[in-house]
């Protein structure tokens, strides 16, 4: 089946600084990534995804890359503010067969003022 | 638009009971998914219901079994709990296009823990 790893587990930044969240997935049928934030006390939230069909996709100070031939994906958020603390989850999944997601570990992202 | 709603949101059990949650998912959205939160294991695919047929199944034992009405609320049930089955409990429902692949919401899950 199919595994997903994140790195870093957690990662602190000054505000304004950029983070990157890093995924790699295992599963070449993959074409669904998207990234979930999760504050305390909350479900995970929908912040960005992206498909195989496009390199990278931008929402304002969140971007997300993606290498199918690394089998590789990217959280990039940029000017980052105290608000953006909370736990970030990538995920891959797969078109036509469902809504079955698989998630990574989590990176606890802490922007420190 | 009101989002996806579970209830109960905290449970306390005893081992050798049987539990069952519920899930509204969001109004139009036919596919309800379950998902396990833990420390250990992180977020793992419980099921998956569309058209109250079940879908998708992650590799989890028979005691967890679930179900969809016809209004697309979905329940899931665990038997004979154990410890390890302390856990948050999420609901994800997504409006369904093109067989999957779609934008999951989650609700704010159930806190379920067994003593």
């Known amino acids: 089946g199919e595994n997903v790893e994140q790195h870093p587990s957690t990662l602190s930044v000054q505000e304004g600084d950029s983070a990157v969240i890093k995924c790699t997935y295992s599963d070449s049928a993959s074409n669904y990534f998207p990234w979930y934030k999760q504050e305390l006390g909350k479900g995970p939230q929908l912040i960005i995804d992206?498909?195989?069909?496009?390199g990278e996709k931008k929402d304002q100070r969140i971007a997300v890359t993606l290498n199918k031939t690394a089998k590789h994906f990217s959280l990039h958020i940029t000017e980052t503010q105290p608000e953006d603390s909370a736990v970030y989850f990538c995920?891959?999944?797969?078109?036509?067969?469902?809504?079955?997601?698989?998630f990574g570990t989590g990176t606890q992202l802490k922007v420190e003022l | 638009k009101a989002g996806v709603t579970q209830t109960p949101r905290y449970l306390i059990k005893t081992r050798g009971q049987q539990v069952t949650l519920s899930c509204s998912p969001i109004?139009?959205?036919?596919?309800v998914s379950w998902y396990q939160q833990t420390p250990g294991q992180g977020l793992q695919f419980l099921f998956e219901?569309?058209?109250?047929?079940?879908?998708n199944k992650g590799n989890f034992p028979g005691r967890f079994s679930g179900r969809q009405f016809s209004n697309s609320r979905s329940e899931m049930n665990v038997s004979t709990l154990e410890l390890g089955d302390s856990a948050l409990y999420l609901c994800?429902?997504?409006?369904?296009?093109?067989?999957?692949?779609?934008?999951?919401?989650f609700g704010p899950g159930t806190r379920l823990t067994v003593l």
């Open positions: 219901y569309f058209s109250e047929t079940q879908r």
């Open positions: 994800a429902s997504s409006l369904e296009l093109a067989g999957g692949g779609n934008e999951q919401f």
């Open positions: 995920a891959a999944g797969r078109t036509g067969g469902g809504n079955k997601l698989t």
């Open positions: 109004s139009g959205h036919r596919s």
């Open positions: 992206i498909r195989s069909n496009v």
